[in-house]
């Protein structure tokens, strides 16, 4: 070792790699001396099943572990600890009496293999909630069993390949404006259909002539994510729908962001046909980390019987799970799809209630255009309208003095707060995208105003200051290109 990482600074704890605390012969365990004869696992187990010595393995003590991962532990900056306005991802408080809820043992315990008839608790949660995000949405049936956004976009995709498929044709191309998300043309291109973008207009909306122009009989569809990627309401989406509609087209439309519009407006109502929801963003489970999620898809009734395998139904002996449907896409998860994450949405919506839903979106909304009004002044706003839960900024003042988005974001974290999205959506140029989420009160979003306008000041009077930034985190700015490309994934030993 060159030289050997400090444990501790004062209270501000560092740590070294769990390798570097690692001793010979040191131990998590102690176990009174045997009085049976040792034996070798090779001796007990057949070949196969033993795994090599693993090299340079940390030897530690219980107590190392349980420090080493409680301090990493306290690195993680998380919506628990303070106000995440990540735009496009809905980074709110989520109660914990959902999480607790979900882990009653009743439901953790469940196994998928017990039955229907063991199982009708969980069956009719499972039915309830997919009648309740029907409602939400304005669709005739929904599936739970998409895992996330992504794999709802291709569920629901599959669904509208099997629809055309099933009339003939299943065409070869669908329409993505440049406002949709970028999930949006992956998904089209990987279920096989060429995405056509159109140009969004000046008001930051899809041009409803614009789709029009490039609608034909060979268009599947059109996948449009509203509120679209500048936190902007798609006006024109029912004429949009008249105009697919009208040449035998389908509509997707994304409603990832349906925290901006849940009891307000349904997309079945301006003639969606296929909808999914992030129940990972909007609806009681917390975002990010890696953990499951859950894409539930909804789908106008022309589209229900191309619904994955298994759909929850009700007959008269109660609750069942329906693998007989000729006209379905097929399975798109194991089993039905994940439980812990539909329970902890159906715990939601049933404390929330139709007036909760609809206030929690009108709270998002109000805080996003509370911040666009109070920033404006401060910082270019492209699209500067009425925006639904995220509002989108650029770095067009602060780049006169050298200071871009990357340095307004670093420099936040100096002031205690985690960054807003960067350079999304590709076309605002350098955009700063804050979605504040009705989790914060007024007083979390001052801060984050004050702090922005701060730095704003700064950018003009100190620029260095806010291009070193960050100065009060464990590490400044690193190199993240390097970090991306050259990750150090492996520890070894030095010599
Ligand atoms: C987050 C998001 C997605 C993707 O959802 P995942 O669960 O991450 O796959 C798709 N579309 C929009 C508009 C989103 O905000």
Redesign the pocket.
Known sequence: MKEKRKYMEGLVQEECLIFERSRDGKRAFSLPKSDVPRKEPSQILPNEMLRDEIKDFPEVSEVDVVRHFTRLSTWNYGVDTGFYPLG??TMKYNPKVNENLSRLPGFALAHPYQGDKLSQGALRMMYELAKFLAEIGGMAGVTLAPA????G?LTGTAVIRAYHTKNGNPRTKIIVPDSA?G?NPATTSTCGYTPIEVKSNEHGCTDAYAVAEVMTDDVAGIMI?NPN?LGIFEENIAEIAKIVHAKGGLVYC?G??LNAVMGVARFGDMGVDVMHY?L??TFSTPHGGGGP?A?PVGVASKLTPFLPIPTIEKGPDGYYLNEDRPDSIGRVISFYGNFGVMLKAYCWIRSMGPEGIRAASENAVLSANYIRASLRKHFDVPYDRLCKHECVFSDAKQSAHGVTTMDIAKRLMDYGMHPPTNYFPLIVHHAIMVEPTESEDKAAIDRYIEAMIAIAEEAASDPDLVKGAPTKTKLSRLDEVQAARNPILNWKKEE
């Open positions: 496009s991802c996330a956004g992504a794999h976009e998300h999930t994510t990627t994304d990832a962001n992030n990972h963003k999620g894409g």
